[in-house]
């Protein structure tokens, strides 16, 4: 019944290196999503992309990209990991209207060292 | 710009005693509000949408224009009610706008 599936649960990473979240979807949404979730910050968008190859900054883009080459999947690119970039990370996506809302997948848990 | 506040972090109450969960907005138009929860080790789930006028797990959500709000309520909090809960809002844009969240944790 997985309809949102992030490829890692938990990852390490060191300082410096480029980090790839890869998060893919079955319901044939246009929209998909990449937030950050910390404590006492709640959720915070990174980017989104309303269809293929499209994509817009969210609130926090810095140090950041993205790449959406098939409907299905929406990947978020750390360019060079850097300890503040420790977090929960979450994908979501939707239909165009947001009647239904998102549906999560389960997170991947960043650590950078 | 439109905005959603929920202004506890954290929410203790006994087993048994009702709930409410405060989330504020601002927005000009009509907007379509949500409740999303997240038990623990879990995903983030829609709880439920104002404009189905749903009860799930016993809790409900009104929609009140006048005060801009829509706060969750539970007549009798379960210990399995424990969780973060997040309001959102969608204005029209692709994305809907989250406050920051309360943790609510009852007490047995």
């Known amino acids: 019944d997985v309809k949102v599936t992030q490829s890692s649960r938990y990852l390490v990473k060191r300082t410096g290196e480029k980090v790839f979240l890869e998060c893919v979807q079955d319901m044939d949404h246009e929209n998909m999503f990449w937030y950050r979730q910390d404590p006492g910050l709640g959720l915070r968008l990174i980017y989104f992309?309303?269809?293929?190859?499209?994509?817009e900054k969210g609130d926090i883009p810095e140090g950041y990209s993205v790449s959406r080459e098939k409907k299905e999947r929406f990947s978020l690119i750390l360019e060079s990991a850097s300890t503040n970039q420790t977090s929960m990370y979450l994908c979501?996506?939707?239909?165009?209207?947001?009647?239904?809302?998102?549906?999560f997948g389960s997170g991947t848990r960043l650590t950078v060292v | 710009a439109q905005r959603v506040t929920q202004p506890e972090k954290l929410l203790s109450v006994f087993k048994g005693a009702p709930v409410e969960l405060k989330c504020n907005y601002s927005?000009?138009?009509?907007?379509?509000l949500f409740w999303y929860v997240q038990y623990s080790r879990q995903r983030l789930q829609l709880l439920l949408r104002?404009?189905s006028r749903e009860s799930i797990k016993g809790f409900t959500a009104d929609l009140n224009k006048g005060e801009t709000s829509f706060h969750l309520k539970k007549p009798f909090a379960q210990e399995e009610d424990s969780a973060m809960y997040y309001c959102a809002l969608w204005a029209g844009s692709y994305q809907l706008t989250f406050g920051k969240g309360t943790k609510l944790s009852v007490i047995p």
């Open positions: 992309s309303y269809d293929v190859k499209m994509k």
């Open positions: 979501a996506s939707s239909w165009q209207g947001q009647i239904y809302g998102y549906t």
């Open positions: 927005y000009s138009g009509s907007p379509e």
């Open positions: 104002h404009i």
